[in-house]
C-alpha cells in the first residue's frame, strides 16, 4: 500500500500491560493499592466452574478485597447479558471490575463498566452512529485478565454485544473503556483445550492479517501487525499440540498485538465470521479460521503485494499471496480445523440470512476490497 505523505493522520495505541509468568499474584495487592474494597469478577460459565477461577478469587480475597462474581455470559454475549451484570454490580455494591477469560468475559465486562454510570439504552453507544460522544461521565476501575490468546480484548476500547431478538452486533466504542491495567500472564492459558488454543490462535492470526491488509494509515499498527503474525507462525501449532511457557507466551503476546493493530480496522473476513457466530452460534476464532482463506481469496486481487510480504515475514519459499493462502489452508489441517462450513451444519438456507447480516457488519468497512452483498453470498458459497 502506497501512503499519501501529503495527507495528515491521526494513530494511537491502548493501555498498561504487566506480562509474564505468575504476574497474576500481583493483581490482589494492585486492586488493594488504589483503595479499592469490593470486586466484581466477571467470567463465563465453563471458566467459572474451573479450580483456576476460585484460585484467582481466592488471590483477590486475600489482599483484603470482597469478590462477588457474575457468569451469566452467553458465548457470543448480547445485551441481557450486560444488564444483569450491571444490576449484580450495583446490587453488591462492587466498586471495580475485573474482566477474566476470554473475548466473552472481556466484553461482557467491558460493557457493564459502560452501563454503570451511563443509563441510556446500552445500544444507543453503537460505534456505528458516532455512540461515542454519549460516553461522557466516569467508568468504574477496570482490569483486565486474559486467559485465552485470540480475541485480545483486555487491551481494546470495545465492546462487541449482539441484539437478543435480531442478532445483530453493535461495537460499543470509547477510549474510556480501555482497561487501566492488563494482568496477562501465559500460565494460566496452559490448561486450555487444543481446540480452543487452536482456534483463539487462529482467531489471533486473523486479527493480525487483517489488521496489516487494512486500508488507511498507521505504520506502527502494520510493524505490530506483522510481528504478531511472525510470532504466531513460530507457535500456534506447538501451543495447540504439545504446549509449553514458551509457546503460550509467544501466543499471548501476538493476541494482544493483534488487538493493538486492529486499532487500524479489520476486514471481510471478520465480516464473514460474526454472522456465524450471532446466527448459528458458532465459536468466533473457528468462524474466522474457517473464513480466513477464503477472504484472503477475495481480497488477493487488490492486496497481493501485502500477503506477499507477510509469507515473507515468516518465512515462506515463496513470497505470494498464492503461497500465503497456502499457508493457512495447511495450519488449519495441522490445528484439526475444518475447510468447509457444512462441517458445521451449514446449508443453502443460511447463506441469504448470513450474507444480508454480513453487509450490515462495520468490520469490512476498512476492507482495501470493496465488498457487496452479493461479494457476500459468493463467499459464503464458496465456503461451504
Same mark, same amino acid.
Given at each position: 500500500?502506497?501512503?499519501?505523505?501529503?495527507?495528515k493522520?491521526?494513530?494511537?495505541?491502548?493501555?498498561?500491560?504487566?506480562?509474564?509468568?505468575?504476574?497474576?499474584?500481583?493483581?490482589?495487592?494492585?486492586? /488493594?493499592?488504589q483503595?479499592?474494597?469490593?470486586?466484581?469478577?466477571?467470567?463465563?460459565?465453563?471458566?467459572?466452574?474451573?479450580?483456576?477461577?476460585?484460585?484467582?478469587?481466592e488471590?483477590?480475597?486475600? !489482599?483484603?478485597?470482597?469478590?462477588?462474581?457474575f &457468569?451469566?455470559?452467553?458465548?457470543?454475549?448480547?445485551?441481557?447479558?450486560?444488564? /444483569?451484570?450491571?444490576?449484580?454490580?450495583?446490587?453488591?455494591?462492587?466498586?471495580?471490575i475485573?474482566?477474566?477469560?476470554g473475548?466473552?468475559?472481556?466484553?461482557?465486562?467491558?460493557a457493564?463498566?459502560?452501563?454503570?454510570?451511563?443509563?441510556?439504552?446500552?445500544?444507543?453507544y #453503537?460505534?456505528?452512529?458516532?455512540g461515542?460522544r454519549?460516553v461522557?461521565e466516569?467508568?468504574?476501575y477496570?482490569?483486565?485478565?486474559?486467559?485465552?490468546?485470540?480475541?485480545?480484548?483486555e487491551?481494546g476500547?470495545?465492546?462487541?454485544?449482539?441484539?437478543?431478538?435480531?442478532?445483530?452486533?453493535k461495537?460499543?466504542?470509547?477510549?474510556?473503556? =480501555?482497561?487501566?491495567?492488563?494482568?496477562a #500472564?501465559?500460565?494460566?492459558?496452559?490448561?486450555?483445550?487444543s481446540?480452543?488454543?487452536?482456534?483463539?490462535?487462529?482467531d489471533?492470526?486473523?486479527?493480525?492479517v487483517?489488521?496489516?491488509?487494512?486500508?488507511?494509515?498507521?505504520p506502527?499498527?502494520?510493524?505490530? !501487525?506483522l510481528?504478531?503474525?511472525?510470532?504466531?507462525?513460530? &507457535?500456534?501449532?506447538?501451543?495447540?499440540?504439545?504446549?509449553?511457557?514458551?509457546?503460550?507466551?509467544?501466543?499471548?503476546?501476538?493476541?494482544?498485538?493483534?488487538?493493538?493493530?486492529? $486499532?487500524?480496522?479489520?476486514g471481510?473476513?471478520?465480516?464473514? !465470521?460474526?454472522?456465524?457466530?450471532?446466527?448459528?452460534? =458458532?465459536?468466533?476464532?473457528?468462524?474466522?479460521?474457517?473464513?480466513l482463506?477464503?477472504?484472503?481469496?477475495?481480497? /488477493?486481487?487488490?492486496?497481493?503485494?501485502?500477503?506477499?510480504?507477510?509469507?515473507?515475514?515468516?518465512g515462506?519459499?515463496?513470497a505470494?499471496?498464492?503461497?500465503?493462502?497456502?499457508?493457512?489452508?495447511?495450519?488449519?489441517k495441522?490445528?484439526?480445523?475444518?475447510? $468447509?462450513?457444512s462441517?458445521?451444519?451449514i446449508? $443453502?438456507?443460511?447463506?441469504?440470512?448470513?450474507? !444480508?447480516?454480513?453487509?450490515?457488519?462495520?468490520?469490512?468497512g476498512?476492507?482495501?476490497?470493496p465488498?457487496?452483498? &452479493?461479494?457476500?453470498?459468493?463467499?459464503? $458459497?464458496?465456503?461451504?
Open positions: 500500500m502506497n501512503y499519501d505523505w501529503n495527507q493522520y491521526n494513530y494511537n495505541f491502548p493501555t498498561l500491560v504487566r506480562f509474564g509468568a505468575g504476574v497474576i499474584t500481583e493483581l490482589g495487592p494492585h486492586l /488493594k493499592d483503595g479499592l474494597k469490593h470486586v466484581l469478577l466477571v467470567s463465563d460459565p465453563g471458566l467459572a466452574k474451573l479450580p483456576v477461577f476460585h484460585e484467582v478469587a488471590m483477590i480475597k486475600s !489482599a483484603g478485597l470482597n469478590v462477588t462474581s &457468569s451469566d455470559i452467553a458465548k457470543n454475549p448480547v445485551k441481557s447479558n450486560v444488564l /444483569k451484570g450491571a444490576e449484580t454490580y450495583h446490587q453488591s455494591k462492587a466498586d471495580c475485573v474482566g477474566f477469560g473475548g466473552a468475559s472481556m466484553d461482557v465486562a467491558r457493564i463498566a459502560l452501563a454503570i454510570n451511563h443509563h441510556r439504552d446500552l445500544f444507543d #453503537d460505534d456505528a452512529t458516532g461515542d454519549f461522557t466516569a467508568v468504574p477496570f482490569v483486565t485478565v486474559p486467559t485465552t490468546s485470540g480475541t485480545g480484548s487491551v476500547r470495545s465492546t462487541v454485544i449482539s441484539d437478543d431478538v435480531t442478532h445483530e452486533k461495537i460499543l466504542f470509547s477510549p474510556k473503556l =480501555m482497561a487501566r491495567k492488563v494482568f #500472564d501465559p500460565q494460566l492459558s496452559m490448561a486450555l483445550p481446540f480452543v488454543t487452536a482456534a483463539t490462535g487462529m489471533a492470526l486473523t486479527h493480525n487483517e489488521a496489516y491488509l487494512a486500508k488507511g494509515f498507521s506502527m499498527c502494520d510493524g505490530i !501487525a510481528e504478531g503474525i511472525r510470532l504466531i507462525s513460530q &507457535s500456534l501449532e506447538m501451543a495447540t499440540h504439545s504446549p509449553d511457557l514458551e509457546s503460550r507466551s509467544k501466543m499471548m503476546i501476538a493476541s494482544l498485538m493483534g488487538a493493538t493493530a486492529f $486499532q487500524k480496522g479489520l471481510v473476513v471478520h465480516s464473514l !465470521a460474526h454472522p456465524l457466530s450471532t446466527l448459528v452460534d =458458532m465459536h468466533h476464532g473457528l468462524a474466522n479460521a474457517i473464513m482463506p477464503y477472504g484472503m481469496e477475495f481480497n /488477493k486481487s487488490v492486496s497481493s503485494s501485502r500477503m506477499a510480504t507477510i509469507a515473507q515475514t515468516i515462506l519459499k515463496e505470494s499471496a498464492d503461497s500465503f493462502i497456502d499457508w493457512i489452508n495447511q495450519l488449519n495441522k490445528l484439526n480445523i475444518p475447510s $468447509q462450513l462441517t458445521q451444519k446449508d $443453502q438456507s443460511h447463506l441469504k440470512p448470513l450474507a !444480508a447480516l454480513a453487509i450490515k457488519d462495520p468490520c469490512w476498512s476492507n482495501e476490497k465488498v457487496s452483498e &452479493s461479494d457476500f453470498l459468493s463467499i459464503y $458459497q464458496k465456503s461451504l
